[in-house]
């Protein structure tokens, strides 16, 4: 099984695709992760990387496309996966569409998620996450039993593109740069829309009732 998730940054492409992935087996392979892990560990990727994620803009397709061609060969990938945050422009699109022709595989469903620009600022700016074992918290909607502290008992930090300016800058990035793959797939009759709005549970429920893959 093959699924993109697609959807504006803040709209829980993140959490949901992550809880399918589990529930399905398949690894959830997310470019955003991949990009911060190489910022720590100070790869040549993560130095290229590092200025366009602070500054909210998207690093280039070269260098993105590199990372998934070369991340979708390792072995984990090889019966399927959940993709999140890739692709992010039509020329990632159609490297991605290359990559799975070359290995005669192919998509089975594009999760598109769908939420207004209040709710996706008001969700981003107050997300805060784990720097050790990454889980992601909300200031109002899914707050940490001790304040500022996760459950693992690291000290909770706002991602530096979780600003409030920075997430508008990402919002108009994606409406110019991402949006378009939404008729690039509706084309190829993948795209599968869904409402974005309401709690983590009631979201997931609704993925997993049109997937129809998920073991209950
Ligand atoms: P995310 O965690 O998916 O919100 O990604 C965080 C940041 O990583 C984005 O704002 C971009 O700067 C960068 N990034 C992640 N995925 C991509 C991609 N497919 N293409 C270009 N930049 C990306």
Known sequence: ?????????????????????????????ATGDILRKAILDKTDIGL??????????????EVIIQVMNDRLKEPDAKSGYILDGYPRTIAQGDALAIQLLASGKKLDQVVYLVLSD?????????????????????LIYSKPEKEGECKCGVPL?????????TVRNRLSVYKRETAPLIEYYKKLKLLLEINAEGSLGLVNEKIEGLLKVCPS
Do not use: W
């Open 48 to 61: 290229k990387a590092k200025a366009y994620i602070n500054a909210g803009k998207l690093v280039p397709d």
């Open 1 to 29: 099984m093959r699924f993109v998730f697609l959807g504006p940054p803040g709209v829980g492409k993140g959490t949901q695709s992550s809880i399918i992935a589990k529930k399905l087996g398949i690894p959830h392979i």
């Open 118 to 138: 209040e709710v996706l600022v008001e969700r981003i700016s107050g997300r805060r996450v784990c720097p050790s074992c990454k889980t992601v918290y909300h």
């Open 157 to 165: 930090v706002q991602r530096k593109d979780d600003h409030e300016n």
